[in-house]
Structure formats: C-alpha cells, structure tokens
C-alpha cells in the first residue's frame, strides 16, 4: 500500500468520491525486473491502473467516466465497497486518506448540486472544477446512483451498450474470487492471454497469492506466453512481495 497522505486537491477529491477509487490504487508500483518478461497489451483505460491519477486526462472525459461506470456496476459495486475503510471522520481508500466523514461527502455532493446558494467553500469549488471540466453530470450520476447501492444494497441495472466487456472480465478475476478453485484458475489464465496481457498471465501462475494453492501446470502454460525483451508493467500485479 502506497504511504497514507492527507489530500487536499479537489482533483484528487474528486476521483476518490465519482469513482470510489476501488480498484486502481490497489497496485504497487513494481519496478525491478523479472527473471523473464511477457508482452502486456495496453488497454484504453489501462493507465488508470499505471499512471498518477491527479495528471490522468482521460478519466475526466465524460464518456469514459460513463464507460468506466457502467462497467462497474454490471460487475457490481457491491463487491466493492469493502475496499473503502471508513471511520467516524475520516475514510480510506487504498492509501489515499480523506479527513472528512464518508457519508456526510457523498450526501453533501448530491445535495448541493447546482445549487450554489447552499454550498459551502468546499463544495463550490468542486462542483465548479466539475463544470470547468465539462463533466459534472456524468459526476453527479456516479454518485448518486452509488449512494442509492449504499442505501437499498441492491445492483444497479446498466446499459450494456456502454459496457467494456475487457474491464469486467478482469474485474472478475481481481474482485470474485469467493469460489476460486484450479479449473476457473486456469480460465482466467487464459482470460488474460486473450487480451493479450501475458506479464499479468504469468503473475497469475507464479506471483499472485490467491492463486499458489492450486495444481496448475505452470511451466507447461508458461510455455504459451510471448516473451519481452523489454519489461512491461502488468494489469494483475505481483502480490506476494
């Protein structure tokens, strides 16, 4: 987990709360050499999980907000939400770390929504940031269709044209994995070789946790991966060190 740190930018504030930040912080950024590197595809929204969120362009387009979002809640934001760790006045979401009550955010965003009369400060200027950025919208229907999965605990329905099919998939492989067992083990092996992340195939086999238990021929599926000459950071990172 990367060094818990006070934020105050509103732009920062502003990715942990529309997306909830439940996935792309989750990774160290690993930089020493493997023994053996594999070719890794770069998908659209592949430097979510690479890059620092705060300079990241393409996240504050509202169609890729809206992608990102729908993708989200056909895998589930339910499955989710407990990568946020809240106390009384303060949350946490891996490693970045909000003084402020969780709820009350959400709740005070969704109520003071084009409605500068009501807003303090803090919550003027990130809706104007918002505006500024043409996305505002799209923000507000993030959050308050994810307040309504903290309120009734139930899916949202999606539109499955807007779906990436390529993020929910490794979304399953990362976040559901209550059944795991060696014959879905090797599925999402061959999951990942498909989209053609082969140094995340090869941290399945070799450097992820929740996959060591199980009999897998490694060195025989090893074998299908296209090696690198260069290294290439991996989608599904290395989580035993």
Same mark, same amino acid.
């Given at each position: 987990?990367?060094?818990?740190? $006070? ?18 912080? $989750?990774?160290?950024? &690993?930089?020493?050499?493997? $023994? ?12 979510? #999980? ?23 809640? &056909? ?45 303090? &400060? ?44 390529? =993020?929910?998939?490794? =979304? &399953? ?25 082969? $140094? ?31 290294? #290439? ?5 290395? #989580?035993?060190?």
């Amino acid at each position: 987990m990367t060094k818990i740190r $006070q934020i105050i930018s509103n732009v920062v504030v502003f990715l942990v709360i529309c997306l909830i930040l439940f996935i792309f912080s $989750q990774r160290s950024k &690993k930089t020493e050499k493997h $023994q053996q590197d594999y070719i890794e595809n770069k998908t659209s929204f592949f430097n979510l #999980n690479n890059s620092d969120w705060t300079k990241n362009a393409w996240i504050r387009k509202p169609a890729n907000l809206k992608m990102v979002h729908e993708s989200f809640k &056909k895998f589930d934001y339910g499955k989710l939400e407990n990568l946020i760790f809240k106390s009384d006045n303060e949350f946490l979401i891996q490693g970045i770390y909000i003084k402020r009550n969780f709820e009350n955010v959400i709740d005070s965003l969704l109520l003071t929504y084009n409605k500068p009369e009501i807003q303090t &400060k803090y919550y003027a200027e990130f809706w104007n940031r918002r505006k500024a950025e043409k996305n505002d919208s799209i923000v507000y229907e993030i959050i308050r269709e994810f307040n309504s999965v903290k309120s009734d605990k139930k899916r949202l329905d999606y539109e499955n044209e807007l779906v990436n099919d390529t =993020l929910v998939e490794l =979304l &399953k492989i990362e976040f559901d994995n209550d059944n795991l067992n060696s014959e879905k083990a090797k599925t999402d092996f061959y999951t990942l070789k498909k989209y053609g992340l082969h $140094q995340s195939a090869y941290n399945l086999l070799y450097e992820r946790a929740e996959y060591s238990e199980f009999d897998l021929d490694r060195e025989e599926l090893k074998k299908e991966l296209i090696k690198s000459t260069e290294f #290439n950071r991996a989608w599904l990172i290395d #989580n035993e060190k």
